[in-house]
């Protein structure tokens, strides 16, 4: 049997993560997590926190890369600043519906919905 207490606050600290930096730093935690927890559903979070991260970065680059390249034009910086609002709202709601998903039914993984998954 695993300890319900420290499966909470490691499968918090995997998902939490991302509101510490957007950076690649952030990613460093879950994957220290993953390579030291001995617990299945600490590691699947973990991995699923992972996988969150890269589609945070692969969304932001997109909308970066569009603002790169349209932002000097005005239609689009009007498309695409509320669409970069949305993407932040998103990252964030998510973000916190883990969290409550981690503390309320701790025996299960969260698994964020339609997000590539390249673990």
């Not at 950076?23 to 993953?34: E, N, R, T």
């Not at 509320?82 to 998903?101: E, F, K, M, N, R």
Request: net charge neutral.
């Amino acid at each position: 049997m695993y300890n319900t207490d420290k499966r909470n606050l490691l499968s918090a600290l995997s998902h939490g993560a991302i509101f510490f930096s957007t950076a690649f730093v952030s990613v460093g935690i879950p994957i220290a997590i993953l390579l030291v927890a001995d617990d299945p559903v600490v590691k699947e979070n973990a991995k699923e926190s992972i996988n969150f991260h890269f589609n945070v970065w692969l969304y932001g680059g997109i909308l970066g890369a569009l603002f790169f390249l349209f932002g000097w034009l005005v239609l689009p910086l009007l498309l695409l600043g509320p669409l970069a609002g949305i993407g932040y709202l998103l990252h964030w709601g998510l973000t916190i519906w883990a969290l409550i998903g981690v503390f309320s039914n701790p025996d299960v993984p969260f698994r964020y919905p339609y997000i590539f998954r390249v673990f």
